[in-house]
């Protein structure tokens, strides 16, 4: 999985030659473009079809690893593709494709085999469907929840078509009845929870942009593709009105020119009666069917905030709160990865198209194949991009349930509960305190944001000073007295009022108003060791680092010898072995001893 994501993030060629991929099971059987279209370069192609049918053959697979002048789309057609970020490609993709649609005439329908299509007295098999909504993401959270995520801001792609049910003409012996299509008319709107959003014109490939869908305080809506199909026909009824019935004789002409009559007794042809005057009677007949389309989606906004400090020796200190799952933050190289890939797949509901006519239907290969970004995760939680700048310290967010993606994606997500983080806290080393040079970056394309110095409040750092001191000791117990105060400014530090304690033999003991504690411990050595475990920094202020001190029981001669002692030792051991490597080295590394 770890070569697939190198490959995605463009060293495609190096890691091809050395690649070795474990093949799965064949997937369902699908047929996406197989050249690349619509301006996208093979690279960016190859990345949108997880879920295609892949090569199983081991060999076959080998050989196209192995090609490296085919690169990504060689690897594309034996397994799918993880991608770190949501593919521009895919929203270029749907908005070429969208224009493969068949030309339109009113003898036929064009749809979707799954479409709904509806009836009227003339328009007959109307429909109207969304086939996609740029830019969006489908995020899988869980096996059951799975929202839709729309930028504010966005466009709508959809197809729309009808006939027109023309009635046959018929004659008899006295009226003739004809029809004729006059007009036809399409409109095409877009609804934003039943409120009108855009209104288009007659395209039966509409694209209908929305604004700032966040205005309405909400996230969830429902998008509607809406189309009202208007047809005029003309019936026009002829009536005769006077006939004229021939005689039943005639005269004739001989051969030598002399006429005859053929009376009543003699056999003729009798002609048939003839309309002398018609009357013409117009009607107009008018049909109107409205079709829609809805999607259920979720307004994706980043909302931003938290807290920044500047610990003691320099380093920046950001905790960032926001309000949906997001894909990180980051300033130039280093920053924080969530828990997130991406891949694109095609809509199988288009992958055939219906022509309906009023003789029948017929099926056929659909040339469009809209593509759909999705979201799901591959780690159980946060981590750093670069562990020699950044430290992540705390993780706050839900536990959830492993989403499952379609059979037909073969991709790891992972197995078991990860957390969904709605802030991250991390200690970076740098000295740019400035919060803008951060960049936070969402689920959906181009949904990203720039951290602001007045959405994030500034927590004081310092540094703490933890003393311990004997007091009343005996051969049973002894009387500690822990003192804590800010070094900085040298007021006490209390502990029943804030995050944090001191940690004395595995009790943690909370200081008072005047940043005191007296504790009695059972005497099981010479000596009590403390520790300031202060709370996270960006819950309390001022915040503080941590600090230790040692006790020493007995007199304060003895304690300084035992000092002396403790100390001796390791420094005597040091100047010990540098003595030894000078004197083996000849470097002349201390002046203390002289060269003999």
């Not at 004789?249 to 018609?278: F, K, R, V």
Request: glycine share 8%; hydrophobic share 35%.
């Amino acid at each position: 999985m770890q070569l697939l994501r190198t490959l995605a993030r463009g060293t495609v060629l190096g890691c091809l030659a050395v690649a070795t991929v474990t093949l799965v099971v064949t997937q369902s059987t699908a047929h996406p473009p197989a050249e690349p279209d619509h301006g996208l370069n093979e690279t960016t192609f190859a990345g949108l079809w997880a879920g295609d049918e892949d090569v199983t053959n081991e060999t076959t697979a080998s050989e196209r690893l192995t090609d490296t002048e085919t690169g990504l789309s060689a690897l594309a057609t034996v397994t799918d593709i993880p991608l770190d970020r949501p593919p521009e490609a895919a929203e270029q993709w749907n908005r070429g494709d969208l224009r493969e649609f068949p030309a339109t005439d009113p003898s036929r329908s064009i749809h979707p085999a799954d479409a709904r299509l509806q009836n009227g007295t003339y328009v007959r098999d109307a429909y109207a469907a969304i086939f996609a909504i740029t830019p969006s993401t489908k995020a899988h959270l869980t096996p059951v929840k799975q929202p839709l995520f729309v930028a504010a801001n966005g466009t709508v792609l959809g197809t729309t078509d009808y006939r027109i049910d023309v009635p046959a003409d018929n004659e008899s012996e006295n009226q003739s009845v004809s029809w004729h299509l006059v007009n036809n008319h399409l409109t095409t709107r877009l609804l934003v929870d039943g409120r009108v959003e855009t209104v288009g014109g007659g395209s039966h490939t509409p694209t209908l942009s929305y604004t700032a869908l966040d205005r309405f305080g909400q996230s969830a809506h429902t998008l509607t593709l809406e189309a009202t199909i208007s047809a005029t026909l003309r019936k026009e009824v002829r009536e005769c009105t006077d006939w004229r019935t021939p005689t039943n004789s005639s005269t004739n002409t001989t051969d030598n020119g002399n006429q005859t009559t053929t009376g009543d007794n003699e056999t003729a042809e009798s002609d048939s009666p003839l309309c002398t005057e018609w009357q013409v009677t117009n009607t107009t007949h008018t049909d109107s069917v409205t079709v829609r389309d809805n999607v259920d989606i979720s307004v994706y906004t980043l909302s931003v905030s938290g807290f920044q400090t500047q610990y003691p020796n320099g380093d920046l200190g950001l905790t960032v709160y926001k309000n949906l799952p997001w894909r990180g933050y980051s300033a130039g190289t280093y920053g924080v990865n969530g828990v997130w890939r991406f891949y694109a797949a095609r809509n199988p509901a288009w992958d055939t198209l219906v022509t309906t006519t009023g003789d029948g239907k017929a099926q056929s290969h659909s040339p469009l194949h809209p593509v759909q970004v999705h979201a799901y995760p591959v780690e159980t939680g946060s981590t750093p991009t670069s562990r020699t700048h950044v430290r992540l310290l705390h993780a706050y967010g839900s536990r959830l349930f492993p989403p499952l993606l379609q059979p037909d994606v073969q991709l790891d997500v992972v197995d078991s509960l990860y957390t969904v983080s709605y802030g991250l806290a991390a200690r970076v080393r740098t000295t740019n305190h400035d919060v803008s040079q951060f960049t936070v970056y969402g689920l959906v394309r181009g949904v990203n944001t720039k951290l602001a110095s007045a959405q994030f409040s500034e927590v004081p750092f310092h540094r703490s000073n933890l003393t311990v001191t004997f007091h009343n000791s005996s051969t049973d117990t002894a009387t500690v007295e822990i003192s804590l105060r800010d070094a900085t400014t040298g007021d006490p530090i209390e502990t029943q009022e804030r995050e944090g304690y001191v940690l004395v033999r595995g009790h943690r003991i909370n200081t008072s108003a005047d940043g005191t504690a007296t504790v009695e411990l059972n005497v099981t050595g010479s000596s009590v060791a403390a520790r300031y475990e202060p709370g996270w920094w960006w819950r309390t202020q001022p915040a503080y680092t941590s600090d230790a001190d040692v006790a020493y029981q007995g007199t304060s001669t003895l304690n300084l010898f035992r000092v002396l002692y403790q100390t001796g030792i390791p420094v005597g051991l040091f100047l010990l072995g540098v003595f030894l490597i000078d004197r083996i080295t000849g470097w002349d590394l201390w002046p203390l001893w002289g060269r003999r």
